[in-house]
């Protein structure tokens, strides 16, 4: 299977701190968080396609250093515009029939990942999953209208939100 991992964004809401740094890049628990991702990863990822943008060189020093056990591609995102962008960028570099997607910039335990990894896609309608969460203050970020247990709509830092369940990062 492969998975895509998203790393070129600036880190803006981190300012300075990201000023030299890409936000992947930061240590959590004495790791960057692209190593926690990396690594919790299962033997069925076979292939890594990591969108770069900011600070790329940094973050393919990083991870070429590591010598990780999957192929790594690697897709340059110009212009963040967006998830599905960047998404849509790795289109001709996916093989798999299914694939995992995760931002590069969030700490996720890795039972969380490997839970959706290895979530049954065998409902016929089932065709997808996105990991979600609940926050008091949706209006920040994606929020997603659920109905009948299904994904509506991800609402963009909406200052209405229809629900307080956000996209925590991690889709199938």
């Given at each position: 299977?492969?998975?895509?991992?998203?790393?070129?964004?600036?880190?803006?809401?981190?300012?300075?701190?990201?000023?030299?740094?890409?936000?992947?890049?930061?240590p959590v628990a004495g790791k960057p968080l692209l190593k926690h991702i990396l690594?919790?990863?299962?033997?069925?990822?076979?292939?890594?396609?990591?969108?770069?943008?900011?600070?790329?060189?940094?973050?393919?020093?990083y991870v070429i250093r590591k010598r990780y056990p999957f192929d790594i591609i690697?897709?340059?995102?110009?212009?963040?515009?967006?998830?599905?962008?960047?998404?849509?960028?790795?289109?001709?570099?996916?093989?798999?029939?299914?694939?995992?997607?995760m931002y590069g910039d969030i700490f996720v335990e890795k039972e969380i990942v490997?839970?959706?990894?290895?979530?049954?896609?065998?409902?016929?309608?089932?065709?997808?999953?996105?990991?979600?969460?609940?926050?008091?203050?949706?209006?920040?970020?994606?929020?997603?209208?659920?109905?009948?247990?299904?994904?509506?709509?991800?609402?963009?830092?909406?200052?209405?939100?229809?629900?307080?369940?956000?996209?925590?990062?991690?889709?199938?």
């Amino acid at each position: 299977m492969d998975a895509i991992i998203l790393t070129a964004g600036k880190g803006t809401r981190l300012n300075p701190l990201t000023k030299n740094l890409p936000k992947p890049l930061f240590p959590v628990a004495g790791k960057p968080l692209l190593k926690h991702i990396l690594d919790s990863l299962p033997k069925k990822i076979t292939r890594v396609i990591i969108v770069i943008g900011y600070e790329n060189q940094q973050i393919k020093d990083y991870v070429i250093r590591k010598r990780y056990p999957f192929d790594i591609i690697w897709v340059y995102q110009e212009k963040q515009l967006g998830t599905g962008h960047a998404v849509y960028l790795c289109k001709s570099h996916i093989q798999s029939e299914h694939f995992f997607m995760m931002y590069g910039d969030i700490f996720v335990e890795k039972e969380i990942v490997q839970s959706v990894i290895n979530y049954p896609l065998k409902e016929e309608l089932t065709e997808g999953v996105i990991a979600s969460v609940q926050v008091k203050f949706p209006e920040k970020y994606g929020c997603l209208e659920i109905k009948k247990e299904r994904l509506v709509r991800i609402w963009e830092k909406h200052p209405e939100p229809p629900s307080r369940n956000i996209n925590a990062g991690l889709m199938l």
